[in-house]
């Protein structure tokens, strides 16, 4: 599996920006997207994940700014009202099972966001 990102750039305080990210490889299925942020120094930290449901969990410091989707083999995030400190390398995850019943879980290589003025 796969996962590239995109979407990522420099905004400003309250700007907006849509990341997104495409899963392609042998067959399998998702259990589950989302996105993870990590700043030099500190641990990758969840941002927001999707089931294949479509149950979504966000982490509290985005919660009513950012937002979640998914189609298909395809994850998304709407980042509204952004703020310096969401300022990150956010990276795409999947959660999933081969169809060898293999469990995976792949990392895309991330894109940058950065938000300043």
């Known amino acids: 599996v796969q996962l590239v990102e995109s979407g990522g750039g420099l905004v400003q305080p309250g700007g907006s920006l849509r990341l997104s990210c495409a899963a392609s490889?042998?067959?399998?299925?998702?259990?589950?997207m989302g996105w993870y942020r990590q700043v030099p120094g500190k641990q990758r930290e969840l941002v927001a994940t999707?089931?294949?449901?479509?149950t979504t969990n966000y982490a509290d410091s985005v919660k009513d700014r950012f937002t979640i989707s998914r189609g298909g083999r395809a994850v998304y995030l709407q980042m509204n009202s952004l703020k310096p400190e969401d300022t990150a390398v956010y990276y795409c995850?999947?959660?999933?099972?081969?169809?060898?019943?293999?469990?995976?879980?792949?990392w895309g290589r991330g894109t940058q966001v950065t938000v300043s003025s």
């Open positions: 490889g042998s067959r399998f299925s998702i259990n589950a």
């Open positions: 999707i089931t294949a449901g479509g």
């Open positions: 995850n999947l959660d999933g099972k081969a169809d060898s019943g293999a469990q995976l879980n792949a």
